[in-house]
């Protein structure tokens, strides 16, 4: 839920942290997902951001349809700055229909760069599904060298005496700004998910596997003040021991800047 951008210029000295998110802008997306076997997801969404002087923050309206079901989801997130520390960020999201979506979910971070080249961050995700809570515990290290971003970030869920786990590796490559790139990204799961939305991917079994991978580009227009973005990606999920079922999906999302 909510992606993180990583910064473009880290705090470091005298200076005041930089925030993920630094226009106000309206956008939307939308995304098709081929499952195999049943029929496809469709996922659309609209968001405004917003830039107050202590930081960011956003808010979202999102539509889907999941196993035959349609529901929506109401989000929104903030990045207060902490001095020079870094950042906190800041997510709950709510949903009535837990077929489609995870009816509650919520986020706390706080993220800080101990130099210009390297962004920490250290946090928990909670997610709220059939009358019970489950804590993810989470962090990340990213760093930039040249145009690119690389990142790691782990997640660990530790629930009835299983331990899932998984891990992500990103990679950016960046043009002009901090809106001009191509990038990449693969994941790994053991047991429950923190980085789907599908609800039946948390509480999964600990030994089911899953592992994706996805590539995007995002482009600015019109100087800057239209963002269009677009993206392709794949997934071999395991259902049951030694079944699995693929996943093709395709993203499409434009923004706009309002100042």
Request: a positive charge; glycine letters at 10%; proline letters at 5%.
């Amino acid at each position: 839920m909510l992606a993180l951008i990583p910064v473009a210029v880290a705090a470091q000295n005298d200076e005041i942290a930089h925030t993920p998110v630094d226009t106000a802008a309206i956008g939307a997306t939308v995304s098709v997902e081929h499952v195999e076997g049943i029929d496809p997801w469709i996922v659309a969404s609209a968001h405004r951001t917003f830039v107050p002087r202590w930081g960011a923050a956003s808010a979202r309206i999102t539509g889907a349809r999941r196993y035959g079901s349609t529901g929506l989801q109401a989000e929104v997130d903030a990045h207060p700055r902490v001095g020079r520390v870094g950042y906190l960020y800041l997510a709950a999201a709510l949903s009535p229909h837990e077929q489609v979506f995870i009816p509650v979910r919520a986020a706390l971070e706080l993220f800080s760069s101990p130099t210009r080249a390297i962004e920490l961050s250290a946090g928990a995700r909670l997610f709220h599904v059939a009358s019970s809570s489950v804590i993810v515990y989470t962090g990340s290290i990213g760093g930039y060298r040249g145009n690119y971003w690389y990142a790691f970030r782990p997640y660990v869920v530790k629930e009835s005496g299983a331990l899932s786990t998984t891990g992500q590796l990103s990679l950016r490559r960046y043009w002009a700004g901090r809106y001009d790139y191509v990038g990449m990204y693969v994941s790994a799961t053991r047991g429950t998910s923190p980085v789907a939305d599908d609800p039946t991917r948390i509480r999964r079994d600990p030994d089911l596997t899953s592992f994706s991978g996805r590539v995007e580009r995002l482009r600015p227009f019109r100087s800057g003040r239209l963002r269009v973005g677009y993206g392709l990606g794949v997934e071999s999920e395991e259902v049951a021991p030694s079944m699995r079922r693929l996943h093709l999906v395709g993203s499409f999302r434009v923004e706009r800047l309002l100042r």
